[in-house]
């Protein structure tokens, strides 16, 4: 009942800072160099016609009435405004790109939750020993290779010389298969699991290179948590009380070792969609990342407060969710509500 | 411990105290071996004129007959598609990369750092829900997307690219400020350097900054290497330093066109981001177990 | 409680993980399109923002329009003159102003609707309204579009206009009851929004493909239409994906393992040659009715200086422009050589770096040239025009010139260009005409009328030249029109020199000959680069 509570004070107050953010962007959108609207437009065209697009885009009233529209379209009809790239709606351009992001994003996630509990514990179980010695050199790798090298380097391995994946690109979906917009989820959905499988086969790629550095990060933070608490008086009670290792690792050692992993991990998953840009760019992976790139790189005022709102909801949720995870696994610790 | 205070009591606190830090920075090689790499690469940027064998290639130079020769004694990386060495061209581009981080940190790390012991010592005030709410709007965004929006909103360039990265960097230093402060006020110190009536300005700057100095330095130190990340893939998509000027991002970028054959384009590059970054990265975890060990 | 959820969801994440390794390794990498297929797929640099035809412009729209809109009249595969289309015959009143078009009566729509005068009438109606696309070419042009019965249809010009066939192969004809049927309120007055936001993702053409999935700035999906009223060839693709690809790494990957069977679009010469060394991977020439071009700003110092601007021209590397592009012809003055009205026997400028030293010894800017620094801007991402700015400015440089050199977002350049004092002196563009005839071409890059627009750096406001060129639009005989388009072209190349003519513009598509013939592998290219894009044309193998 407290959690719930105090769940939904977070939430709501969430919904505040987002709503300045998007009043924060909105206003600077306004200033922006350039006339996004002509040139936007095709060579030659009137300026009535720029002024008309300029009149159903509300760009011709003052700022706080545009915002007020705006957030009205939201609300009543979760309308985002208009996209002057792709002269769709914002709202729908999101929807059609960002369930493909999620998709990329949860695999991701999965991998780094995955194989940084394997490695961290193998490496603090092993402390010291030539397989700690080397998951700790990846480690450090992990972390100061920039994603888009890792991407390069696999896509000269995997792809270039052992033929192995696709360079880029997703299969093509059946139009009648679409209902979610996620690939993968998509073909499942439809039953069609050869199509499932060449999913898997075309993002394999892009998830190994967005994961990489959470990965070796997430064992970091796993191993020094784990050899901190295989240190702890506990452990070596539990040990003199002949608690067999097995048991000893998975259940005393595993479980505290995973509160700060679990806070470290909603960290990185919350940022594994802002990192994805150059991923999705490379492997031409036509996802929310890449739109957010071209909307940003071409100044479409409402494809740009539309994504910036997207990230700061995926980021607010994320948070809550690790929130509400860290209370569960650690009862002692309550929510995080203020500060 | 002990013993060893007793023995240096004679000479100076702050000179014994350093020297007590870096002798337990100095017990770990790799952290002396990051150290070693980051003077040397700042050595290299700061000479990056003098080293690098062709230093007019970072400008507005073309030699069509000898582009995309491989590496050879001449050409230590290589050429590009302009016949440019590519070895100057990563020297002078590490250059840019260094400044960058230096000129973000320059810029977020003091605005960040004083709203934080702001907040931190007027924690509960009207004064600290405005600033960690402002912060909060700034921390939701990932820092990549909001300095992207940042630079194509005021312009593009180097100076807009590091403003851009340093407007999504600022709220970390608060948030660890803050912290910090928060933990400090309670403590008894300054709890009774307020009841002698002391400035609530001096109390901030005479007694919290010095106490925050050493974790801000080394957040500093692990912050350089992301920050380059950051901006190394803001020039991937053209945000930062203009062409013909090189900037690692971009080299490596424009270099993927080329892919597989002329190899040494992209990876020569990438392997110079992931040195500096590593090598910041070794000095900021030996400066972390130092203070680790101070507090224990 | 606990214990269950984390096993549990330690066993989903294990079954995703093996699900995906083992995928991954099993998968084969399997071409997407299997010889015998008869799926076309085709990358292209950029494709069409809309496919709504009376809003869109240019090669790449068109490349998609061709195929699912028809037009009154084409251009012919030989000099690209217009050829009766959907209209059968036509006939024009003395003085140039009254154009009456016969249509054909079989033609329908790809839903069955007739194709009549009133969509006709309707079409150029919309695209006047709309004041998009090619809408400038006839907004102070047709006065009144008429139905004179269902089968005929005529146009009221305001003023004499010779090129008014070739200008009307841009005009895509779409179905008036289809649109009407599904108009809703708009910004347009009593026409609503001219189903403009039907047209977002539906299609209304009389052509024989019709746009099955469109994405913007990523695909585009065609497919046969099943009741098209001619004939397509059963070798014709049945489905035809283009998608939008810029990356030379990932287009390489994708031609050489099957994924794409085409790449249309300018490659970077590097890429091309790696490509075509594949077996049964060619290439061949498209001459694109466009070229390559410096635009020079007349307006601004230094570049407003005409010995300034012949110094650029003699210090611009022609040969190795030519191949950052792979090998393309020699641009021969402002007009494509093989776009009709193209003047022959026009002088040259060649990369002369003494001459250039000469021409700035004469200019006004001879002693302070120092004081007078040159913008060179190019437009971000635009393909390897970078690359070219970079060549023009290093020589530059090296003849005294102090060089900025820009990469400019696309936003930011339109902004620019909308003054004098902000646009650049020296930019690059590739320019294709709008419709195939000089004046076009001419029109659109120095008439006065169209200065503060992109296609403009040159603020030429000349208006001797604005005499001549009206003078030569407002000719009906094609000879004397010729005549006047020659008189302009060496106006602008000996007097003038508004730009620097790098080369003309030749597209080297890289195709899979294992695939399909076209016309490139019938040695039987169309002048104008869209018709060659003609899927029903294409026969799979």
């Known amino acids: 009942m407290k959690i719930l509570k105090k769940t939904l004070r977070r939430v709501l107050h969430t919904l505040l800072v987002l709503l300045a953010l998007s009043f924060l962007i909105f206003s600077f959108i306004r200033i922006i160099p350039g006339d ?29 009435v545009q915002y007020f529209y705006w957030i009205k379209g939201i609300v009543t009809a979760g309308d985002f405004g208009m996209s002057l790239f792709t002269h769709r709606s914002v709202g729908e351009d999101i929807a059609r790109y960002l369930p493909r992001s999620l998709e990329l994003c949860l695999y991701s996630a999965l991998l780094i939750l995955m194989m940084g509990v394997l490695l961290g514990t193998i490496s603090a179980v092993f402390k010291n020993s030539w397989i700690d010695n080397v998951i700790r050199v990846f480690t450090y790798f992990g972390v100061v290779t920039p994603p888009y090298a890792f991407a390069i380097f696999f896509m000269l391995l995997f792809s270039y010389s052992l033929r192995l994946f696709p360079i880029g690109g997703v299969p093509v979906m059946p139009a009648e298969y679409v209902r979610t917009g996620a690939l993968g989820l998509d073909a499942l959905l439809a039953g069609d699991f050869a199509l499932y499988g060449k999913v898997m086969h075309s993002m394999f790629l892009p998830v190994l290179s967005l994961s990489i550095g959470g990965i070796a990060y997430q064992t970091r933070i796993h191993r020094s948590a784990m050899v901190e608490n295989i240190n702890a008086d506990y452990i070596a009670f539990a040990r003199v009380a002949g608690v067999g290792n097995g048991k000893l690792i998975f259940k005393h050692l595993m479980k505290p070792s995973f509160i700060p992993t679990f806070t470290v991990y909603g960290l990185q998953v919350a940022s594994l969609l802002g990192n994805a840009f150059i991923i999705e760019v490379l492997f031409r992976y036509q996802g929310f990342s890449q739109y957010s790139l071209s909307v940003i790189m071409n100044k479409d005022p409402y494809g740009i407060v539309g994504v910036t709102l997207i990230f700061g909801i995926i980021f607010a949720v994320v948070n809550v969710l690790i929130d509400m995870g860290v209370s569960v696994l650690d009862p002692r610790i309550g929510l995080r509500g203020e500060a | 411990m002990e013993m060893q205070q007793t023995l240096s009591a004679t000479t100076n606190p702050r000179v014994e105290a350093f020297k007590k830090d870096w002798y337990k920075f100095s017990r770990n090689p790799m952290s002396l071996l990051g150290l070693a790499v980051v003077i040397l690469v700042i050595f290299c940027a700061i000479f990056a004129d003098v080293i690098a064998p062709f230093p007019e290639d970072a400008g507005l130079a073309v030699y069509m007959e000898r582009a995309f020769e491989g590496p050879s004694g001449q050409h230590l990386a290589g050429t590009d598609q302009f016949g440019r060495d590519v070895f100057s061209r990563m020297l002078i581009g590490l250059r840019y990369s260094l400044g960058i981080g230096l000129l973000v940190l320059a810029l977020s790390v003091p605005f960040g750092v004083i709203l934080g012991l702001l907040a931190g010592y007027f924690k509960g005030t009207w004064l600290d829900i405005l600033i960690m709410r402002f912060t909060e709007i700034f921390m939701s965004i ?20 590091s403003i851009g990265i340093a407007v999504a960097w600022w709220p970390w230093y608060t948030r660890l400020t803050y912290n910090m402060v928060t933990s400090l006020s309670n403590e008894l110190f300054i709890v009774y350097t307020e009841l002698s009536g002391v400035k609530v300005m001096r109390i901030i700057l005479r007694e919290m900054l010095p106490n925050i100095t050493s974790s801000v330095i080394t957040k500093m130190s692990l912050d350089m290497g992301s920050i380059i990340i950051t901006a190394s893939s803001m020039s991937f998509v053209g945000l930062g330093v203009q062409p013909p000027t090189p900037s690692l991002g971009s080299m490596v970028s424009e270099g993927v066109a080329y892919l597989p054959e002329f190899w040494w384009l992209t990876i020569m590059p990438a392997l110079m981001v992931v040195l500096i970054v590593m090598s910041f990265n070794l000095l900021g975890d030996g400066l972390t177990d130092v203070l680790a060990m101070e507090e224990k | 409680m606990k214990t269950s959820t984390n096993k549990l969801m330690a066993l989903i994440a294990a079954t995703t993980v093996l699900a995906m390794v083992l995928t991954a390794c099993g998968g084969a990498p399997a071409a997407a399109s299997p010889s015998g ?21 240019g090669e790449n729209d068109l490349m998609i329009f061709v195929n699912v809109y028809e037009t009154l009249v084409r251009p012919n595969d ?6 009766a289309f959907l209209a059968k015959d036509w006939t024009v009143s003395d003085d140039g102003l009254s154009w009456q078009f016969n249509l054909r009566d079989d033609v329908t729509f ?49 003023k004499p206009f010779g090129p008014f066939l070739n200008a009307l192969t841009t005009v895509c004809i779409v179905n008036s009851t289809l649109l009407e049927a599904n108009t809703v309120d708009g910004n347009y007055g009593e026409n609503g929004d001219y189903g403009t936001g039907f047209l977002l993702t539906n299609t209304a053409g009389s052509g024989p493909y019709v746009i099955s999935e469109f994405l913007v700035h990523d695909s585009i999906n065609l497919a046969k239409s099943a009741g098209y009223w001619g004939t397509v060839p059963e070798a014709a693709p049945d489905a035809v994906r283009v998608i939008e690809l810029q990356d030379a790494a990932t287009t390489k990957m994708m031609l050489t393992s099957g994924e794409l069977d085409m790449v249309h679009g300018h490659q970077e010469r590097t890429t091309l040659e790696s490509l075509i060394a594949n077996e049964g991977i060619e290439t061949g020439d498209l001459p694109e009715l ?29 040969e190795e422009m030519s191949k950052i592009y792979g090998d393309m ?11 009709w009205g193209h003047a022959a026997g026009l ?17 006004a800017y001879a002693d302070n040239l120092a004081n007078y620094p040159l913008e060179i801007a190019y437009i971000q991402g635009n393909g390897d025009t970078g690359k070219l700015a970079m060549l023009l400015s290093s020589d530059l440089q090296a003849v005294g010139f102090t060089i900025t050199l820009n990469e400019v977002p696309w936003v930011l350049f339109c902004n620019n260009e909308a003054e004098v004092a902000t646009s650049p002196n020296i930019t690059n563009a590739f320019a294709v005409t709008n419709y195939p005839e000089a004046g076009s071409i001419l029109e659109f890059k120095y008439a006065s009328w169209t200065v503060g627009n992109w296609n403009q750096n040159e603020w030429l406001q000349d208006e001797k030249f604005d005499n001549l060129l009206n003078a030569a639009l407002e000719t009906i005989d094609d000879q004397e029109r010729l005549d006047k388009y020659a008189e302009l072209q060496t106006y602008l190349v000996d007097e003038v020199v508004p730009s620097v003519y790098t080369f003309n513009s030749v597209i080297k598509p890289i195709y899979n000959s294992a695939r399909f013939d076209w016309r490139l592998s019938d040695g039987n290219p169309h002048p104008s680069t869209q018709y060659n894009y003609y899927y029903a044309d294409f026969r799979m193998k």
């Open chain 3, 347 to 363: 002088n040259r400028y060649t990369y002369d770096i003494d001459k250039a030293k000469a021409e700035i010894a004469q200019s």
């Open chain 1, 36 to 64: 996004p609207v002509r040139s936007s437009m095709g060579p030659m065209v009137p300026e009535e016609t720029i002024q008309k697009i300029r009149s159903e885009l509300n760009f011709d009233k003052p700022l706080p």
């Open chain 3, 37 to 57: 297929s008869k799926n076309l797929n085709i990358s292209c640099t950029t494709t069409p923002e809309t496919m709504d035809p009376h809003r869109g412009s």
């Open chain 3, 290 to 318: 466009g070229l390559n071009y410096f635009m020079i700003n007349t307006k601004k110092a230094p570049t407003d200086d005409v010995h300034i601007r012949r110094a650029i021209s003699y210090a611009t590397n022609y």
């Open chain 2, 142 to 161: 990932p820092p990549l997307i909001l300095a992207m929006v940042v630079c194509t909103i005021f312009g593009n360039g180097y100076l807009f690219a």
């Open chain 3, 329 to 339: 012809p020699e641009a021969i003055g402002p007009v494509p050589t093989t776009l």
């Open chain 3, 78 to 83: 030989t000099d690209s003159g217009a050829e």
């Open chain 3, 110 to 158: 790809s839903d069955g609707t007739p194709l009549t005068a009133k969509d006709v009438k309707y079409s150029m109606d919309r695209l006047i309204g709309l004041g998009e696309g090619y809408a400038f070419i006839f907004t102070d042009l047709v006065k009144e579009t008429s139905v004179v019965d269902d089968y005929t249809v005529a146009f009221e010009l305001s």
